[in-house]
């Protein structure tokens, strides 16, 4: 048995100049030969395990089973299937969950994948019975995919060659194709193409012998970045798509690679490089008992060796990062700073000391995932593009944005600030985890109040968590619930809205602020506006006749870094360079930072209000434990006021402070305040002492405080509220000195965020 350790190997396949971030291919992959077939005749194609038995198909639809508990090589069995035919190239195969009467095996959904052929938009449903050293198949189910209307509804058309994949974990099918096919002759360059995944219910056998699916039975589409050329198949397991592609050695321009694309968070999880594994053209991949078994296929004409079943591991955990840019290359989508979707995958709900349970929990919420909240930056990506497509001034990237933007505008337009389904659902997720890892806070008769700002994205938000406390605790009742202007000093003290802000913290807010010229200059350290601007457009100088080159970088910047955010997606991340997505990360760190963090440009103003917020939830806490009270006291606001909470808290590195920006990644990364962050102080008590515990939690993992904790990250009431409030009153006394400078040499007002782009 031969084995192989990856070292990945580099991308063969042409590219541009320039590439965006990827999550980084696989390490220390183990790959074996699992065996070789013997007197084989016919090409390889699709690929299944069921049982003791392995089922691999040949080009028009011969089936060869194996034993998988001793594979010697030779067949034990085969069989035609119903569906046999000279173009049913047999794909991929696919076990799905129901069987017909008196089969052996569950249905087997087998894709066609011949281009061109009248049958190749067909899936062939087969009935497998085995009687002794008997098989046979019967082909008892057509699905006919119908790719009509796709676009008119907003969706990505295929071009065909779809792969029907079967999720039997959660008992749906997805088509898994490309933009248009995925032959170098056709697609030259990565950004010409783009993988797409789309959701259907798994057709019953009851709903006849022909099916068709069509835009009226989309449950779901993915839009995949396109990274790696020609396509074969793949399966699907716990959400993700595995799917393999190129030819192997065949051909060192398309070479043997395998993606795994995650449904559920819309990303690509994971990369394969196997041109010096699996130096043959890999075909179909199944996963069993914690290992990918990958099927493969060999040229005749070009070699003697067998076509083999290769054993593959699954993709590893990641180590621990040893810093940001390391933990970005494991998580691309970071990149997207307060855009980030966090899949809250690793919450920490840490033991208590013995004998203490929890009783009380308060804190701030950021509302969930949204789409842009400015009136300016969707506009001015999808005006620059077109005034440029009118005018014939794109390059062909440029050509391919716009034609991505232009049919994906239905989905931006006039929906700014609104709450997105992917927002709704983590919200309603982070009640339910609440309420299933603190029942006892939510025990007898609690005190139960949750309060937002008035945005309408904050208030849904509320609304969705209480919906999840709710859908666990069905009798749950709420002394108070409130959305109103009302909770604005206290909740978003920094919005125009709030009574209290005064002349200086707009000039802090806004572009006349000491902290936009510094973080203009690093941004431009580290990246050229014009070369950005090049790749999209044949004359930029037409361009900035319009618009600002920095300011309509950064527009796209954030059209890219929102798209994690939107219901349905279409990734534009491809239009930076991988240098420009490290430069805007790290530009967008130092911008906080300046801003919300300890930097002294702020002066305390910045991170000042975040001790009012801090204060008032403290004094609650301590007013309700006086009262006797348990349950929940929660309040729903923005991002920047929780990062300036959590500067105010003096919570893990939150507080510190550096000169140099280079080293404000290093303590302070963006992606920590993603949609639907929230800081948790959560209250124990025990009935062998009147100490009351806190601990502090960011995101539901736990936080460091700035002095002693009792056991782990558990902290005493009584050392931690005096603490608190001198750092508060502190806090109050350099903002009274602030208020007191003279801001008439600022001039007027020059809103980032708010305002239109710096236009000419």
Known sequence: MRKFISVFSALLVSVSSFA???????????????????????AQQGLEIHGNYIFSLEDGGHVNVYDFKKPTGKPIGGFTLGSARPDNHSN?????????????????????????????????????????????????????????????????????APSWLVDKERGFIWIFSARQRTVARVTKEAYENQYVATKFRI??????????????????????????????????????????????????????????????????????????????????????????????????????????IYKLSLPKEKPAPKNWEEELRQDPEKAGGIYYIDPFDDVNVTSAPAGYKPFYITGYFRHGARQMDDNYTYPDVYNSLKQAAEASNLTSLGESIWKRVSEFWPRFDLRVCDLTMVGYRQSKQLGQRMADNYPEVFAGDPFVKTISTSVVRVSETMHGFNLGLQSRMPELEWDIIDATRTNIRYMNPYADGNPDKIALDQVLRDFRGEWYQRYKSYALSMFDPDEFLSRLFVDIDQVKKDYDAFDLMWRYWLAASVMQNLNEQMPIWDVFSEKEI?????????????????????????????????????????????LGRHGVDLRFGHDGVLMATMTALQADDWATEVSDPDAVSDIWQVWNIPMNANLQLVFYKSESSDEILVKAMLNERDCKLPFEAVNGSFYKWSEMYPYYKARFDEAETKMSESAKIDVSAYGKQQLMHITPSTKK
């Not at 569950?106 to 009248?118: A, D, M, Q, T």
């Not at 050695?249 to 999880?269: A, E, F, G, L, N």
């Not at 002294?600 to 309700?624: C, F, H, Q």
């Open 20 to 42: 965006q971030l990827y999550v980084e291919p696989e390490k220390d992959v183990e790959c074996s030969v699992f065996f070789e077939k013997q007197g084989m005749t016919k």
């Open 92 to 160: 991929n195969a696919e076990f799905g969950i129901e069987t017909a009467p008196g089969a052996s095996f569950p249905l087997l959904y087998v894709s066609v994948g011949k281009p061109n052929s009248e049958i190749d938009w067909t899936c062939f449903v087969e009935s497998i019975t085995r009687k002794g050293k008997k098989w046979s198949s019967e082909l008892v189910q057509t699905i006919v995919l119908d790719g009509n209307g796709w676009d008119k509804r907003g969706y990505v058309s295929i071009f065909g």
């Open 203 to 308: 057709p019953s056998l009851s709903e006849g012998e022909i099916v068709n699916l069509g835009v009226d039975d989309i449950l779901d589409q993915v839009v995949f970045p396109y990274e790696v050329w020609f396509t074969q198949a793949g399966c699907v397991h716990d959400g993700k798509i595995y799917y393999c592609f190129g030819v192997g050695k065949q051909d060192p321009t398309r070479p043997s690679c395998i993606r795994v694309y995650d449904t559920d968070r819309r990303v690509i999880s994971a990369r394969y490089e196997l041109q010096e594994e699996i130096p043959l053209e890999m075909e179909d991949i199944v996963i069993r008992d914690g290992w990918m078994y990958v099927n493969t296929n060999v040229n005749r004409k070009k070699t003697k060796s067998l076509p083999c």
């Open 582 to 626: 490290i430069g805007w990360t790290k530009a967008e760190n130092y911008k906080y930072y300046m801003q919300k963090g300890p930097d002294p440009v702020n002066m305390t103003r910045g991170w000042g209000y975040g001790t009012r917020i801090l204060r008032g939830i403290m004094d609650s806490a301590k007013e309700n434990i006086e």
